[in-house]
């Protein structure tokens, strides 16, 4: 039941932000009133249909947050396992020390400040919040890889002449990749909230786009007049948030009763 | 105990130096300087020259940083591009409202989630637990500023219990202003906080010197009071820290919407307007906020459980 309710709420947001920018010109009802009742979701400050800005704003929201989320990964994982395995202490505190710095800063703080040049832009928000997400990505994969590179099995195929490239990604990446498939919900969850906040408060999108977080902010003086133009995209955020934290937590729960056995 | 604490203090000096050579890199080396920000239509390039020159954004970054540095060390933040004013001003007149919002739902939040939390976890899987745990899922999903929206229909449109916006006010404790921005603050960082707690003490809950002590016939409150709390309490203490930055984040987009003149308009405004001093400064004085709790929750779990390895 559980499983069924987290696929469902995961599935909505995702396929509509995939799938949506193809099909949502089908939906889309030319030139209506602000406000409106055209369309089955009615239409927006701006008189376009709710439901086809609806279908092409996912794509932004999710895809920003999830690029960001995955570059973090690509980074901060090889930082960490480079660190983890690496033979001198001076080394490893040379790779995780410099990003204590980033560890303690507001994060939309990071976030307002970088877009303060040159304008606001998508690609800006998104670097920010990979590195926003470094550190902790880079220590979570070094501590979840120390035990496995100091242990006997590396040390074996360090004595075969292994590649360096085949110890870490084929022995110790794979015993890092319960840590990481535990912390990736949560992870996202932030990502999504990061991107939408900025921009909620102008600092990435231009206030025109049909981005679900955008549209919020934008219709958000209509919320009495035409709830829909606010709410849909709301509810689209917070189905996929809402998902992602129960997946999360059944991951967890899993990660769990295997140490436990 | 002494050698942690010089060594996590000495860690923060560093932290707050590398903090600030981020901060002025970052808005320093920006394309459009300052003088390209105040210029006005009629100027010629040679003026725009000279103003740069005026301003000292010709000389080395490394010279401007120094200069910078040497001035935020005796307090003098420097002086805003579009308003003319000292920064110092500015961060002294909008500080009072984000204190005090984050001030209220910190002192609200942190007994609350103790409790909730540990309420939680000692009936483990209860009817109370699967409540809690439902309820704070489901709020921590929400962003803030879909709660922030919703509340302002209803109970500010709708029911008109509480005004909508802070515009036009001068009074700025009464508990009517307070109460939505507060609320919106307090319900994400509350489920978050609670959830934390309550996997800290189950874990607790679950090792073995707790099994034992039950063993032994202690009573109960005396095992929850001195063997469970303290230790569930460092990560619930490092989890409050880490809210700060939660709460920080919650609070930008609060005043934002309730239009609240605290720090976070004023950062916004100067970013809207590339006031490159004003963003320095508000920077440096939340960068250094959130690097101090950082500190005081290292030092408080240093207290509460000595041990060393909390550093690394």
């Not at chain 2, 002192?107 to 109370?128: F, M, Q, W």
């Not at chain 2, 920080?248 to 003149?261: K, S």
């Amino acid at each position: 039941m559980r499983r069924v309710i987290t696929v469902l709420l995961l599935a909505v947001p995702v396929a509509a932000a995939v799938l949506g920018p193809l099909i949502a010109d089908l939906f889309a009802t030319q030139g209506g009133l602000p406000y409106g009742v055209d369309g089955p979701l009615g239409t927006d400050n701006l008189g376009r249909d709710v439901l086809a800005q609806l279908l092409k704003g996912g794509a932004t929201s999710l895809g920003v947050a999830a690029g960001a989320v995955l570059l973090s990964y690509l980074v901060g994982g090889l930082i960490g396992l480079t660190a983890a395995s690496a033979r001198s202490r001076t080394v490893d505190d040379a790779l995780i020390r410099p990003l204590d710095v980033l560890l303690p800063l507001p994060s939309l703080l990071v976030v307002s400040v970088v877009a303060i040049g040159g304008g606001a832009s998508l690609v800006k928000v998104g670097l920010a919040v990979a590195v926003i997400n470094l550190p902790t990505v880079a220590r979570l994969v070094r501590a979840a890889a120390l035990s496995a590179a100091s242990g006997p099995v590396v040390e074996a195929l360090r004595m075969q002449g292994e590649s360096w490239w085949r110890i870490q990604l084929g022995f110790i990446g794979r015993s890092v990749l319960a840590s990481v498939t535990a912390d990736i919900g949560t992870r996202l969850t932030l990502a999504i909230f990061l991107v939408a906040s900025a921009n909620f408060l102008g600092l990435g999108l231009s206030p025109t786009s049909a981005d679900w977080a955008v549209s919020i902010a934008r219709n958000r003086d209509g919320l009495l007049l035409q709830p829909w133009a606010a709410l849909a995209p709301a509810a689209m955020l917070v189905a996929c948030t809402l998902g992602l934290n129960l997946l999360a937590d059944g991951l967890l729960a899993r990660a769990r009763r295997l140490e436990v056995r | 105990m002494t050698k942690y604490v010089l060594r996590r203090l000495a860690l923060a000096v560093g932290q707050l130096v590398a903090l600030s050579i981020v901060v002025f890199s970052l808005t320093a080396m920006l394309p459009g300087d300052a003088a390209e920000v105040r210029q006005s239509e009629h100027m010629t390039p040679e003026q725009v020259a000279a103003l740069r020159n005026q301003l000292g954004l010709d000389r080395p970054l490394w010279t401007r940083f120094l200069e910078w540095a040497g001035a935020v060390l005796h307090g003098d933040l420097g002086q805003s591009l579009s308003s003319g004013l000292p920064v110092n001003q500015i961060i002294g007149e909008s500080i009072g409202c984000t204190a005090v919002l984050a001030g209220v739902t910190v002192l609200l939040v942190a007994p609350l989630s103790t409790v909730l939390g540990i309420a939680s976890a000692v009936g483990e899987n209860g009817r109370l637990d699967r409540v809690i745990t439902a309820v704070t899922l489901g709020l921590a999903a929400i962003p803030d500023f879909v709660l922030a929206l919703v509340f302002v229909a209803v109970f500010a449109l709708q029911l008109g219990w509480s005004p909508a916006t802070w515009v036009g006010v001068t009074d700025l404790c009464t508990p009517e202003l307070l109460a939505l921005p507060v609320a919106v603050l307090l319900c994400r960082s509350l489920s978050l906080l609670t959830r934390q707690v309550r996997a800290g003490t189950v874990t607790v809950l679950h090792a073995g010197y707790v099994v034992q002590a039950r063993r032994l016939g202690l009573p109960r409150r005396t095992v929850l009071l001195r063997h469970v709390l303290p230790n569930a309490a460092v990560p619930a203490v490092q989890d409050l820290a880490r809210l700060g930055d939660n709460l920080l984040g919650g609070v930008l987009l609060v005043e934002a919407i309730f239009a609240i003149p605290g720090v976070a308009t004023a950062l916004i405004t100067a970013v809207q307007q590339r006031d490159v001093p004003t963003v320095q400064g508000l920077t440096m004085v939340l960068a250094a906020f959130a690097l101090l709790i950082h500190l005081l929750a290292d030092l408080i779990c240093d207290r509460l459980v000595p041990r060393t390895e909390l550093l690394r």
